[in-house]
């Protein structure tokens, strides 16, 4: 019997721990050279497609954003065979028409993390990937498409602040970012993106609005409390737009995703040694035969 795989890959964020309509679920215990990832992943098939299905934070949301594993999550779902990522998101809201509930479609990233190792490279081999546009554009317009099928308010483009968390921000901070012209702030976009880009997988990300993080005087401040309150309603919203987007995802990928490490690598390939080789057979394997 062949070991399940999947072409798309969903992570799921704050309040999705778990994919409704999957069907014929496997659910595959990895190790990778990083370590375990977040979670088993659910393999099914979703409207008939196969779908790898991951909760960043754990079942029971047991992982803080800092300690997400996060090579071992873009390795294990690449080793799957995941070609695109779809990233569930809750994000706080820094523009006033952005609001609670609404769905953003970012096009940018502003990383303020610090404690994250966001590389799968180091230990004598180096790499450099394009990043100027964190997100990949194809993958991006389908799910924005998906979600104004889906229903709902939805915003296409925008920049998202990364930050390290787990406490929100201070005022000062959000006004800031708000300066900045950044549309949406959360924890956990980064490193993922940069880790799934040299990973070669197309990413994009369905941020789900919370709230308006501190900025704003006359909402109610972000608590605990209304982020709960948000995300039950928002993982509803987001296994509509999952539903709507995965049968337009059967296409050969024509983004430049499948080739962001072609001209990278520039440590000699006789400089990398035996054991760094296997450590990244799956992500740089064919560059390297």
Known sequence: MSSPSARIGVIGGS???????????????????????????????????PVAFLPRHGRG??????????KANIYALKRL????????SAV????????????????????RTRLRDNTFFGDGVVAHIAFADPFCPHLSGLLADAA?????????????????????????????????SAS??????????KLAREAELCYAMLACVTDYDVWHESEEQVSVELIVSNLQKNAAASQQVLRALVPRLDDERECGCPSALENGIITAREHITQETRQRLEVIIGKYLS
């Open 148 to 180: 104004q099928e889906a229903g709902g308010a939805v915003h296409q483009g925008g920049a998202c602040v990364v930050m390290e968390g787990p406490a929100f921000s201070t005022k000062a901070e959000s006004n800031m970012y708000r300066s900045w």
């Open 184 to 193: 949406i702030i959360g924890m956990t976009a980064l490193p993922e993106a």
């Open 15 to 49: 309040g999705l721990y778990q994919m409704e309509g999957l069907e014929d679920v496997h659910e595959v215990e990895m190790t990778t050279p990083f370590g375990k990832p977040s979670d088993a992943i659910a393999i099914g098939r979703l409207a008939g497609v």
């Open 81 to 88: 065979g995941v070609e695109r990522v779809i990233s569930i």
């Open 61 to 70: 949301h047991r992982i803080m954003p800092t300690d997400i594993p996060v």
């Open 92 to 111: 706080g809201s820094l523009r006033e028409e952005l609001r609670p509930l609404d769905l953003v479609i970012p096009d940018q990233l502003i990383d």
